[in-house]
């Protein structure tokens, strides 16, 4: 009858409007998932940049993710460095000795040198702790040197000096990188940058 299909009719469309809006609503709360999950991901100051590395030190290997947890205040140079690695190093030190105890023990300098050809690991073990006990110098060969370099934006160049007795010299960036305890490039600091705007860039990661 008349009566009953358009009862038929009504309920159909109740029916579906009820699963339309099931439809909707699963969407929105997977949506919200979603964009939950995404927020609670750490996030890379500079996407593409960083990453783990195993490079050797006076005690053998020792791999960025041996500093987990820790906050890894890291620099390329080489010993020879007339100007750059001494003032970089020098501030870092100085970063380090005004933080407290507990907070410099979770603080990892790291030196990586891209001059294997005179950097020894006991040379540079030398060189690094005469700026802070703490610090570690490591380097490896030229292509695993150069990927390090290269994950982490740097540069370098061996430059040539035919009348000095160091036969070469090495251009390279100047730049202090900040990893956080997740391994994770947090921060790019200048190599003169005041031993105060490095300490504070140490203390906002722990």
Do not use: W
């Amino acid at each position: 009858t008349q009566k009953t299909m358009a009862k038929k009719s009504i309920l159909s469309k109740f029916g579906m409007l009820e699963r339309v809006t099931l439809a909707v609503a699963a969407l929105v709360i997977l949506a919200s998932i979603a964009i939950f999950s995404l927020r609670s991901q750490p996030q890379s100051a500079y996407p593409g940049l960083g990453g783990d590395f195993t490079l050797n030190g006076l005690n053998g290997p020792v791999a960025l993710q041996d500093y987990r947890d820790s906050v890894v205040v890291m620099m390329f140079g080489f010993t020879y460095c007339p100007d750059i690695c001494p003032t970089g190093l020098a501030n870092v030190a100085a970063a380090m000795n005004l933080l407290d105890e507990d907070t410099r023990q979770r603080v990892q300098p790291i030196f990586i040198s891209v001059d294997p050809e005179r950097d020894t690991v006991k040379r540079l073990d030398e060189y690094t702790r005469y700026f802070h006990p703490q610090a570690v110098g490591i380097t490896a060969d030229k292509p695993a040197i150069d990927r390090v370099v290269s994950q982490y934006g740097a540069f370098y160049q061996k430059v040539p000096l035919p009348d000095s007795e160091l036969k070469y010299s090495v251009d390279h960036s100047a730049r202090i990188y900040v990893i956080n305890r997740q391994g994770e490039l947090a921060n790019l600091l200048y190599h003169n940058s005041p031993p105060q705007e490095l300490a504070d860039a140490m203390k906002a990661l722990l």
